[in-house]
């Protein structure tokens, strides 16, 4: 069964850290791409970050040098460290991978990031 199950939000204050975790099926996740998306209130969900196979990286601007995409392919999990967190990295947070020729989503887990 294909999974990706995220985990790690809550509640921080502004220049807080957060680690999210994204656990997946092994099958989904061995020699795949992955990577992290968040959808504020009333906005498009977005790119965050990126890793692939091979942990090359690459990040969205709003993110880059406070955010580090890794990978552990021993235990087929996805981290997403996010640092010096502001007000408006405010979101659900989901991790996808391709699929069956279609991005496959996690259900998500909320940051929110308030004094």
């Known amino acids: 069964q294909v999974q990706l199950v995220e985990s790690g939000g809550g509640l921080v204050q502004p220049g807080g850290s957060l680690r999210l975790s994204c656990a997946a099926s092994g099958s989904i996740f061995r020699g795949n791409a992955m990577a992290w998306y968040r959808q504020a209130p009333g906005k498009q969900r977005e790119f965050v970050a990126h890793i692939t196979s091979g942990s090359t990286t690459s990040y969205a601007d709003s993110v880059k040098g406070r955010f580090t995409i890794s990978r552990d392919n021993a235990a087929n999990t996805v981290y997403l460290q996010m640092n010096s967190l502001r007000p408006e990295d405010t979101a659900v947070y989901y991790c996808?991978?391709?699929?069956?020729?279609?991005?496959?989503w996690g259900q998500g887990t909320q940051v929110t990031v308030s004094s």
């Open positions: 996808t991978a391709p699929w069956g020729g279609r991005p496959y």
